[in-house]
């Protein structure tokens, strides 16, 4: 069964920094783009970062410089590393699996809250 | 960025009844584009890929259609279960990848 679980949520202060975590399982982790979505409470959802299988990154604007997503294929784990947070980033985070360009299976997230 | 807009913001229909949700693409993008359902307090479920593809497991009441700038997501006979919000995504220009604002299937 194909399976992302999502893990390092949690409470962090204003310009603090978090390591999120994605374990996958049952699929070749390796040769599938990966993906970090978000959504604020009650808000719609938004794309946050991507890796290609060569490690290839991409962001948008509003993360650009303060977030880092990285894969370690030996591990099966993909990860996110937030820093210079604020209040804006609080969301669940979601870890999904890239197939034919877009996010076909979603893990079930890890909540970040920014607050002082 | 190409932005995605999604009509309407929130529908109010019965079961049995038709629906039909609409994405537009500020430019064209081919046919890159998912549309997903979301329940609430679950993760997004992919229900179409490349915008007319069925996802495997997903009943066959779903549907997408077009190409370029406008595409269609459509419940022949909407369901119970099917209550919830429906998002597009384009992958065709990134970054970013972009979400519609979503759709929210209410019961009337």
């Known amino acids: 069964e194909v399976q992302l679980v999502e893990s390092g949520g949690g409470l962090v202060q204003p310009g603090g920094s978090l390591r999120l975590s994605c374990a996958a399982s049952?699929?070749?982790?390796?040769?599938?783009?990966m993906h970090w979505v978000r959504q604020a409470t009650g808000k719609g959802l938004e794309w946050v970062s991507a890796i290609g299988t060569a490690g290839d990154t991409y962001y948008p604007g509003s993360v650009k410089g303060r977030f880092t997503i990285s894969r370690e294929n030996a591990k099966n784990s993909l990860y996110l590393q937030m820093n210079s947070l604020r209040a804006g980033d609080t969301a669940v985070y979601y870890c999904?699996?890239?197939?034919?360009?877009?996010?076909?299976?979603w893990g079930k997230g890890t909540t970040v809250t920014v607050s002082s | 960025d190409i932005q995605m807009t999604q009509s309407p913001s929130s529908l109010s229909a019965s079961v049995g009844d038709r629906v039909t949700i609409t994405c537009r693409a500020s430019q064209g993008i081919r046919n890159d584009l998912g549309w997903y359902q979301q329940k609430p307090g679950k993760a997004p479920k992919r229900l179409i890929y490349a915008a007319s593809s069925l996802q495997s497991g997903v009943p066959s009441r779903f549907s997408g259609s077009g190409s370029g700038t406008e595409f269609t997501l459509t419940i022949s006979s909407l369901q119970p279960e099917d209550f919830a919000t429906y998002y597009c995504l384009q992958h065709n220009s990134y970054p970013p990848w972009t979400f519609g604002q979503g759709t929210k299937v209410e019961i009337k």
């Open positions: 999904a699996r890239g197939q034919g360009g877009s996010p076909d299976v």
């Open positions: 049952g699929f070749t982790f390796s040769s599938y783009d």
